[in-house]
Structures are given as structure tokens and as C-alpha cells.
């Protein structure tokens, strides 16, 4: 669908500069938006390449885990659904804390990785279980304590001081992954009544 509205917009954008003459705007945007796309790449990726590379230290030393054990029982609340010890535990953890760190590249195939652990627990294949779904709220709310994604396209931009919205991003995502886990639990007691 967001294929079809992005070629809506290209469509409609070339057709309207064929129709004002003003093709030359096109070619030029067209080239400006490659060197920008390509510069923002390269000014983004050592702070990604860093983050990611911070992670696969704290894994391999085991702080990872520490860290997951620390929300295990924030997690056993959140999903009575889960065996105790299951590996889903793990897996979810590790992708919470991976978008703790702004790190949602990293932390993707985590996610991927903990519905598909989630799925095998599913009794309806084609259907989400409840655990399913709390996951893809908690994932979705993206709770962030540093956003370094936000931070590299501030510095990016030049900002006089990229880290000055740290602590807004902090409050919405705490605000926005707590209503959305209220907003789960209700309509998950209301699924339970009918």
C-alpha cells in the first residue's frame, strides 16, 4: 500500500512538472536528494557502527543478560502467556533493550527472531496470541532512552546541540509505550468477554 502511495506521489510530481515546464527542478532535486541521501548514510553510519558494536560487547561480556534479568520480572508480568525460562524471554528482552539504545536496526532481528519463538508457542497459527501482540505494542511504542538515530540526523543538519532532545524523547516513549500497554490490556480483557 505505501508502495502504491509513494508512486502516486512520484507520478503525480513528474507529471506536474511536464505540465508547468519545469522539469530542470526534477533533474536537479533528483541529484541533490542522491548526495544528501548518500552523505546522510555516511554521517549516520559510524554512530550506528558504534552503537551496534557497543552491543555485540556488552552481549558477548554478558552485561546483555544482566540487563535482561534486571526486566525479566517486568516481562513475566507482561506475558503470563510465556513457559517460564523460554527462550522468547531472552529474545524479547534483548530486542527491548536494543530500542532502549536507539538501536532499531539492531534490534529488528531480534524482534523477528522473538515472534517467531512466539509464534511456535501459538496454538492459532493464524491468528497473533495475546503475547504476540503485547510485544508488537511494546516494540511498536518504541521506548528509547537514547534516540542515536535522532541524534546523527540532528548532527546531520547542525544542530547547535543534537542531545538537547534526549530527555522529550524519553518522556514520550515512556508515555506512549505506557498507553499503549493500557490500551492493550483493555482491549485484551474486552476480547476475553466476548
Known sequence: ?????????????????????????????????????????????????????????????????????????????????????HEAFSLISSNIIANMFGLGNASTPLGLKAMKSLQQLNDKKDTASRSMITFLVINTSGLTLVPTTIISLRMFYGSNNPTEIVFACIIATILSTIGGLIMDRILANRYKKC
Open 1 to 85: 500500500m505505501i508502495n502504491k502511495i509513494w508512486g502516486i506521489f512520484i507520478i503525480s510530481g513528474i507529471t506536474f512538472a511536464l505540465l508547468t515546464n519545469n522539469i530542470e527542478v526534477i533533474n536537479k532535486e533528483i541529484l541533490s536528494s542522491s548526495k544528501t541521501a548518500l552523505d546522510m548514510i555516511i554521517q549516520i553510519f559510524p554512530v550506528m557502527a558504534l552503537w551496534l558494536g557497543i552491543m555485540n560487547i556488552a552481549k558477548k561480556s554478558g552485561l546483555l543478560e544482566k540487563f535482561s534479568k534486571l526486566i525479566s520480572p517486568f516481562l513475566k508480568i507482561l506475558f503470563p502467556d510465556i513457559p517460564k525460562n
